[in-house]
């Protein structure tokens, strides 16, 4: 028994049984009348421009009787439900019931039998369709009159010994059974998919997917809940739309929404409930599970066919949105690439969180600069695009040993490339990994110098201090370092040596228990007087 229940009523209501058995009975009752109505209307259809008068009247008082049928059907079971006798047989041997169901039956047997003979006479494309959907209609009657024979059979049974005739179903179709007002606003936009339909009724099924395909939907069939995962685990999320009868053995409509809702893969797919119980209630479970419709049986296909429509609108803009917000997804993903392209991320972050001001004061940190000596004379004997593809081997090497030492590049310039150790975020080992660094860059040039027609020569020189760092710029940004630190290191480097890390006295005094070094001597520095440098040699 679902749990779904045991919030509603407790097994042992009679009341509450009562209600299901009758909601089993008229579905057992309106399903074949379902048919009745849904393959007639399909022939008045196919008999639109048909001149014979004599099978137009006679499909005319099918559809009427079928009506009639369902008319009656409707009254007394809205009238039984104010009575809480316990005594069903009343019901179930109500001569007005059986009466109102068995004369217009009749009526309806002898006309399709009648037609039968008649069908082949006429001159119709539709011919052999028109005789398919009689044969429905013929068999779909004789099914009711069985129906209607069995109940006698429980007419002087309470409602315990009648549901000792329905209990395999009942308990598979009670969480079915709910109170909910629903009235949702129609709209009819033309719109096609791929529908599943999921009915253990082989007629109604049938009868759906020739009215689907007739407006030119595509149309997959489903008669138990496991059938119908099975068909959208092998669709993998193609379908559109799903049309789920609410009582069906087994699985039962409910069980199967909510599978359908909780599977992140088809939780998307619209799914409109059918239901030959005709009591509101029974929307109850569906809405809040996340149903999007409801319709009761018979089907009115223009009310189906709307209904349908709004839904596949619905799935479109929802389908629409989704691609929209993937859209919208990637470009920003590939805005923020572009952004940490030119700045750290954590300023990144600071200037989409919506900091207008960024201005850091850095108390220690490493700068280095690089020179490419001798490239502009390299510049002159080559094309522009075997210059640029040369530098952009270059810096791209670089760029790979920044993410290697975890070190922030500041700018290119020309030939000339800019980093610093120790910021945006502070780090105890800025100039260990500037060091290390410089150590690489040296060697990714030897190993190109190898490789190239023309000689290459890497001048580098560092520097560590504080300073100061922010984002200049309002349409396009960059991050950049200020202050005597930074005019030191760009020192370093012009007045060093090719191949060579030119380091001040401040970084020296940082590495000197790890790294060699050698002592130059002192140098007098434009803007700067005289000061004592080294060169980087090596690891210890």
């Not at 010994?161 to 969480?175: F, N």
């Not at 260990?432 to 890497?458: G, N, Y």
Request: with cysteine; proline share 3%; aromatic share 6%.
């Amino acid at each position: 028994m679902s749990t779904t229940t045991k919030s509603v009523k407790t097994e042992n209501s009679s009341d509450y049984y009562r209600k299901i058995l009758l909601s089993n009975i008229k579905h057992d009752l309106t399903n074949p009348i379902n048919a009745i109505l849904g393959y007639a209307e399909l022939i008045m259809d196919y008999m639109e421009d048909s001149n014979n008068q004599k099978l137009k009247a006679d499909i005319n008082n099918i559809h009427a009787s079928g009506t009639l049928i369902l008319e009656k059907i409707n009254a007394i079971f809205k009238q039984e439900r104010k009575h809480e006798n316990d005594n069903i047989g009343e019901l179930i041997s109500n001569p007005q019931l059986q009466f109102s169901i068995r004369t217009p039956l009749s009526a309806i047997i002898g006309l399709t039998e009648l037609m039968q003979e008649d069908i082949p006479l006429i001159s119709s494309e539709y011919r052999e369709d028109i005789q398919a959907c009689n044969k429905k209609i013929n068999h779909a009657s004789k099914q009711l009159s069985q129906v209607t024979t069995d109940l006698i059979k429980f007419s002087n049974l309470s409602v315990n010994e009648v549901l000792e005739r329905y209990k395999t179903d009942i308990y598979s179709k009670e969480a079915s059974q709910r109170l909910f007002d629903f009235d949702p606003v129609i709209a009819i936009p033309a719109q096609t998919g791929k529908i599943l339909i999921v009915d253990d009724d082989s007629s109604n099924l049938e009868l759906l997917e020739q009215i689907l395909l007739k407006s030119n939907h595509k149309v997959l069939c489903a008669d138990t809940g496991e059938s119908t995962l099975k068909i959208l685990q092998e669709e993998q999320s193609n379908v559109d739309l799903i049309l789920l009868d609410l009582i069906m053995p087994g699985m039962n409509g409910i069980e199967l929404l909510e599978k359908i809702k909780l599977d992140q893969h088809y939780q998307n797919i619209p799914i409109i409930m059918l239901s030959a119980v005709d009591e509101l209630d029974t929307t109850a479970e569906c809405i809040p599970l996340g149903a999007d419709d409801f319709l009761f049986k018979p089907i009115n296909r223009v009310l189906l066919n709307a209904r349908i429509n709004n839904a596949l609108e619905n799935k479109f803009f929802r389908d629409k949105e989704t691609h929209y917000k993937e859209k919208i997804k990637e470009e920003q993903e590939k805005s923020d690439k572009l952004l940490l392209n030119i700045l750290p991320g954590s300023i990144a972050k600071r200037l989409k969180d919506g900091e207008t001001l960024i201005a850091d004061d850095i108390e220690s940190a490493t700068v280095l600069f690089a020179d490419l000596s001798g490239f502009t004379q390299i510049s002159s004997t080559l094309s522009a695009q075997k210059l640029v593809l040369l530098l952009n081997n270059i810096f791209s090497i670089f760029d790979e040993l920044l993410e290697k030492h975890s070190i922030e590049k500041i700018k290119t310039i020309g030939d000339n490339y800019m980093l610093a150790g120790g910021l945006p975020e502070p780090s105890p080992n800025h100039a260990v990994s500037v060091a290390e660094m410089a150590l690489d860059m040296l060697e990714a040039i030897s190993k190109l110098d190898d490789e190239t027609a023309e000689p290459l020569h890497i001048r580098i020189g560092i520097n560590s201090g504080p300073l100061s760092a922010g984002v200049i710029g309002r349409k396009k940004f960059i991050y950049d370092l200020w202050g005597d630190t930074v005019n030191i290191a760009s020192r370093m480097e012009s007045y060093g040596e090719n191949n060579k890390i030119h380091t001040s006295e401040n970084t020296y005094l940082l590495l000197k228990d790890n790294y060699q070094f050698e002592k130059r001597p002192k140098l007098d520095i434009q803007g700067k007087g005289i000061m004592q440098t080294y060169y980087l040699t090596g690891r210890k």
